[in-house]
């Protein structure tokens, strides 16, 4: 399958343990990044493949903006 056009750098990308399909299922379950930067830890783990390090690496990452 191609990437679409549309496909574009994200600041999820600059996660480390952060891949493609744990990206993806953060996006369907938030649906913008704006969401998940307001979402808690606790909402972020409940994405499947984010456990409390990971989710707090996120936090970490898009609070610095």
């Known amino acids: 399958k191609k990437k679409n056009k ?11 343990g952060l ?7 953060l996006l ?7 969401a998940i930067k307001m979402a808690s830890l606790d909402e972020l783990c409940k994405v499947n493949g984010i456990n409390i390090k990971l989710a707090k690496e996120i936090h970490k990452i898009l609070l610095q903006l």
């Open 6 to 16: 549309s496909t574009r750098y994200s600041l999820l990308d600059d996660i480390n």
């Open 19 to 25: 891949g493609i399909k744990k990206k993806q299922n």
């Open 28 to 34: 369907k379950y938030f649906k913008s990044l704006k």
